[in-house]
C-alpha cells in the first residue's frame, strides 16, 4: 500500500479540485439566474468530454507514457479552470467543461492503468479500495473547501488550481518503476450487452442517478433554502457516505449474490428519492435522506463492476471496464441534459422525482434480464466430445442396446486384462 502513497496523493488533489469547480459551477449559474437547464448541461458536458478523452488517452499514453501525459493533461485542465475567470460566456464555458473532461480522462487512466499493471493479485482488491477512498476524501474535502467562499467570487477557481497544480508533485517525482505504455484496445461496446447485460444495465442508470446529484444536487439544495454552508454539508454527508459503504459492502457482495444486492439497493434508492422529492423544506430530514442516498447510490458502480467481471474470461476484462465507464459516462451526459430539463419545467423536486421513477423502470428491467438468463438453456455446440468422453470408454458398448451382452462383458475383460498387463510391465 505504501509503495503507491504518490499515487493516492495525486488522486486526492485531483479529485478534490476538480470536485470542488463541479459544485462550484453548478452555484455560480444558479446565483446568476442561469436556468437548470444550462447548470445541467455543464456538467453533461464534461461526462462527454470523458467520454471523448478514452481513445486521446490510449494514443497518449502509448506515444509518450503515463507521467508525460499526466503532465501535459493536467496542465491542461489547469488553463481551462483559469479561463473560467476571464469570461462568463456560457457558451465558451461549455467548451472548457468538454476540455475539462478530456483531460480528465487522460488522468485518470494514467493512474488506474499503473495501479492495475503493478498491483499484485493478491491485494489489487485493497490497492484500488484505498484508490477509492482517495477519491471520496477529495471530493469531501472540495465541498468542504468550497464553504470557506460563500460570496463565489474568483477565490475557488484559484484553490482549483492550486489542487490540482499539487497533483502533478507526487507523480512527478515518484520512484516506483515505470509502468508499460498502453496498447490501444478495441471495444466493441454493444457487444457486451450480450455477455453482461445486467451489469451495463445497472451502470447506465448508476450515470444517470450520480450524475445528476453532482450536477444538480447543489441547485436543489439552494431552491429548498440551503446556505453555501449548508450545501456543502448536503454534499459532503452523501459523499461521505459513499466512501462509509464501499467496504461493508463489497464484503457482502462475497456472500450474495450480487444481481440481488443491486436491486435491492435500487429499491432503496427509489424510496429515498420519493421522500427527498415530497419533503425538499424538511431541511433535517433532508440530511438525513440524503446520507443514506449515498450509502446505496454510490455502490451501485462498483457492485456493478463486479458482477460483471464474475461473468466473463481474463481476455476481456480491459473491454468490459471500457464499455462499463463508457455506459456511466452516456447515462450522465443524457440523464443530466434531461433531468435539468425537467427542473426547469416543474420545479427543483424534479431531481429526486425523476430518480424515483428511473429506479422502478431500472427495477424492472433488472428484474426482466435475470429471468431470461435464468431461463436460457445452453446451445448444443457447448457440449463438445473429448477424448475424456464416455464413448472412448469400454462400458460404452454395455449400455448399446444393438450390442449382446455376451459380446459386451467380453469387451469389458479384455480391456481389463490389457489394463493389468499395462501395470505388469510399469
Same mark, same amino acid.
Given at each position: 500500500m505504501r509503495a503507491f502513497i504518490s499515487l493516492y496523493l495525486t488522486n486526492l488533489f485531483l479529485v478534490g479540485g476538480t470536485g470542488l469547480l463541479t459544485t462550484y459551477l453548478a452555484l455560480y449559474l444558479t446565483q446568476h439566474q442561469i436556468s437548470t437547464f444550462w447548470v445541467g448541461l455543464m456538467t453533461s458536458a464534461y461526462y462527454f468530454g470523458l467520454l471523448f478523452g478514452a481513445k486521446i488517452g490510449y494514443y497518449f499514453i502509448k506515444s509518450v507514457g503515463h507521467i508525460r501525459t499526466f503532465s501535459a493533461s493536467t496542465a491542461v485542465v489547469i488553463a481551462c479552470v483559469a479561463m473560467h475567470g476571464l469570461t462568463d460566456n456560457i457558451y465558451f464555458w461549455l467548451v472548457l467543461r468538454i476540455t475539462v473532461g478530456i483531460g480528465m480522462m487522460c488522468n485518470y487512466m494514467v493512474l488506474e492503468s499503473w495501479l492495475n499493471e503493478q498491483a499484485a493479485p493478491e491485494n489489487r482488491g485493497r490497492v484500488f479500495s484505498m484508490y477509492m477512498i482517495t477519491s471520496y476524501l477529495g471530493m469531501i474535502g472540495g465541498q468542504y473547501a468550497l464553504s470557506q467562499f460563500p460570496e463565489l467570487g474568483l477565490a475557488p477557481l484559484l484553490l482549483v488550481c492550486i489542487a490540482v497544480s499539487f497533483g502533478i508533485v507526487p507523480i512527478a517525482t515518484t520512484r516506483r518503476i515505470h509502468p508499460k505504455p498502453l496498447k490501444p484496445v478495441t471495444i466493441g461496446f454493444f457487444s457486451y450487452f450480450k455477455e453482461v447485460p445486467q451489469s451495463l444495465t445497472a451502470v447506465l442508470c448508476a450515470g444517470i442517478i450520480n450524475g445528476s446529484f453532482y450536477g444538480l444536487a447543489p441547485v436543489f439544495a439552494k431552491e429548498s433554502g440551503f446556505s453555501t454552508n449548508d450545501i456543502a454539508l448536503f454534499m459532503s454527508l452523501t459523499i461521505g457516505a459513499g466512501l462509509l459503504a464501499q467496504w461493508p459492502m463489497g464484503i457482502l457482495s462475497d456472500?450474495?449474490?450480487?444481481?440481488?444486492?443491486? #436491486?435491492?439497493?435500487?429499491?432503496f434508492i427509489g424510496a429515498i428519492s420519493l421522500f427527498m422529492a415530497l419533503n425538499s423544506s424538511a431541511h433535517p430530514m433532508l440530511l438525513v435522506a440524503t446520507f443514506t442516498f449515498g450509502l446505496f447510490a454510490f455502490t451501485l458502480y462498483p457492485l456493478s463492476s463486479a458482477l460483471a467481471n464474475s461473468r466473463i474470461t481474463d481476455e476481456y476484462r480491459v473491454g468490459v471496464s471500457s464499455a462499463l465507464l463508457m455506459a456511466f459516462g452516456i447515462g450522465a451526459a443524457i440523464g443530466l441534459s434531461v433531468i435539468a430539463q425537467l427542473m426547469e419545467m416543474v420545479g427543483h423536486?424534479?431531481?429526486?422525482?425523476?430518480?424515483?421513477?428511473?429506479?422502478?423502470?431500472?427495477? !424492472?428491467?433488472?428484474?426482466?434480464?435475470?429471468?431470461?438468463?435464468? #431461463?436460457?438453456?445452453?446451445?448444443?455446440? %457447448?457440449?463438445?466430445?473429448?477424448?475424456?468422453?464416455?464413448?472412448?470408454?469400454?462400458?460404452? !458398448?454395455?449400455? %448399446?442396446?444393438?450390442?449382446?451382452?455376451?459380446? !459386451?462383458?467380453?469387451?469389458?475383460?479384455?480391456?481389463? %486384462?490389457?489394463?493389468?498387463?499395462?501395470?505388469?510391465?510399469?
Open positions: 456472500k450474495f449474490k450480487r444481481s440481488v444486492l443491486i #436491486r435491492i439497493n435500487t429499491v423536486q424534479a431531481l429526486y422525482g425523476a430518480i424515483s421513477a428511473l429506479t422502478v423502470f431500472m427495477f !424492472a428491467l433488472l428484474t426482466g434480464i435475470n429471468s431470461i438468463q435464468k #431461463r436460457e438453456k445452453p446451445k448444443e455446440s %457447448d457440449y463438445v466430445v473429448t477424448p475424456s468422453d464416455i464413448t472412448a470408454s469400454p462400458l460404452a !458398448a454395455s449400455m %448399446d442396446p444393438r450390442i449382446e451382452e455376451s459380446t !459386451a462383458q467380453e469387451q469389458l475383460l479384455v480391456s481389463d %486384462d490389457e489394463e493389468i498387463k499395462e501395470d505388469i510391465k510399469h
